[in-house]
C-alpha cells in the first residue's frame, strides 16, 4: 500500500509538473494549440474548434513598410490581431515611450490606431500621438509595444513587429496575390478538447500548414532532456 501510494504521490506531481509547464508554453504561444498556415484558415475550422467547446481567435501577419509623416520609413512585421488576442499570456505595453509603467493589456489595438515597439519609434523618429501609414491606411500611433506572446515582436524574423486591429487590414492593400503571409487559429481550452481538434485536422492539413500544441512542446522537449 505504501508503494502505491508513492506511485500515487509521484504520478501526481509529475502531472502537476506537465501542467505547469504546459500552461508556461501557452503563455509564450500564446494558445494552448495553433493552427499555422501560409493560405487562409477554412471557417469550418474554427467553427469545428468552437463546438468542440474552445475558446478561438485570429491573428494574420504580414512583412510591409511603414512611413512616418517626417518621410522616414523601415520594415516592419504587421500583425493583424482580433478580440481575444492573446488568448493565452498578455501583450504588455507602454503609454509613453520614456514611460517605465509596463502593464500587461488583454485588449486590442482600437481601429484606425497601432501600437508599436519601441525600437520602431527610434528608426521613425516618432512619438505616441504620431501618425504613420501602413500601405494606404493612415494610422494613429497609440501605445508602445513591449512584449507579447510568440516570437517576441519579431514576426518575420526580419524586423520588428507591431500590432494593428485586424479590421484595418484590408484598406491598407497590402496584401496581394503571391504576399507573405502567415495565418493563425489560435486555440484555448481543455487539452483533451485541443487533442481532439488535433486528431481532427491533421488529416487535412496541406503544404505549409501546420499544428503546434503546448502540451506537445512540453512533451517535445521533456524528451529532449531525458537523452
Known sequence: ?????????EMCIRDRIQ???????????????????????????QQKAIALGLHTTETVAFPSVVLAENDNFALAGV??????YPLRGAVHIRDKLLSTNVYPTQTIPASGTVWL????????????GDSVNIGDTHFLVAKVLDSGPEEGLNWFNIAPGLLVNQSDIA???????????????????????????ENWVTPQLSVGQEFVS???????????DSL
Open 19 to 45: 501542467d505547469s509547464a504546459t500552461s508556461e508554453i501557452g503563455n509564450v504561444l500564446g494558445a494552448d494549440g495553433i493552427v499555422k498556415s501560409s493560405i487562409i484558415i477554412p471557417e469550418q475550422w
Open 1 to 9: 500500500e505504501i508503494s502505491l501510494g508513492l506511485v500515487g504521490s
Open 79 to 84: 500583425k493583424g490581431v482580433k478580440t481575444g
Open 214 to 224: 503546448a502540451c506537445l512542446l512540453y512533451t517535445s522537449d521533456a524528451a529532449d
Open 117 to 128: 515597439p519601441e525600437r520602431l519609434f527610434h528608426m521613425l523618429d516618432v512619438r505616441v
Open 171 to 197: 484598406t491598407t492593400n497590402v496584401i496581394q496575390p503571391g504576399s507573405r503571409i502567415k495565418y493563425q487559429l489560435l486555440l484555448a481550452g481543455n487539452q483533451e478538447h485541443i487533442q481532439a481538434f
